[in-house]
């Protein structure tokens, strides 16, 4: 792995990356990142807030959420949404459907150009989400929390809690899932 010198002290939180030669970074301070013709540019942001993920449904086209914030990226610009959530992840199937998790188990759902809560099934603050398609994702967080949402059914909304702190959901394949744990120790 090579290492490369950062264009910012602040610390960054996610990588999204669309092909080898397009990327996005986001973190402290608001700070975005932009990885194009094979170097790393600063972009200026619209907001001072952290943001802590990225997602992007193509080079042209994503979101970026963070503390009290959301960014939608289209055509060449970022544009801001006005929000009262502490927000941790955000992952969009297309243009016009994505879901957003964070502080207190908000769940936020991208339809239709807006932004909407969503009830959730606890109060635990939720870290990763990651859609397989419009219908199918995961979300994971505090307190061993595990999420699966599934429209086809919306009553088959699953909450599992274990004794983990659950960092990172990775969708593999159709049915595989991968799930980053942290063990609390005991005192």
């Known amino acids: 792995m090579e290492h490369r010198k950062s264009l910012t002290p ?13 990327g996005w970074v986001v973190g402290g301070w608001g700070t975005i990142l932009h990885y194009t013709g094979g170097s790393w540019n600063t972009v200026t942001s619209l907001t001072p807030n952290p943001l802590g993920s990225v997602f992007m449904v193509s080079a042209s086209e994503g ?63 939720l870290w990763s989400v990651f859609m397989v398609s419009a219908s199918d994702g995961w979300a994971v967080g505090g307190a061993g929390t595990i999420l699966h949402y599934t429209s086809a059914a919306p009553e088959n909304k699953v909450a599992v809690y274990a004794p983990y702190l ?7 394949g159709a049915g595989a899932v991968a799930v980053a744990a942290w063990r609390k120790h005991k005192a």
């Open 10 to 22: 602040n610390p960054l939180e996610s990588v999204f990356m669309v092909s080898a030669g397009e």
């Open 63 to 125: 979101s970026a959420v963070g503390y009290l914030t959301i960014l939608h990226y289209s055509g060449g610009s970022w544009s801001n949404y006005t929000t009262t959530y502490e927000l941790h992840s955000v992952s969009m199937v297309n243009p016009t459907e994505g879901w957003a998790v964070g502080d207190d188990g908000t769940i936020l759902h991208y339809s239709g150009g807006s932004w909407s809560p969503v009830n959730s099934p606890t109060t635990n603050e």
């Open 166 to 172: 659950i960092l990172l959901v990775i969708l593999i």
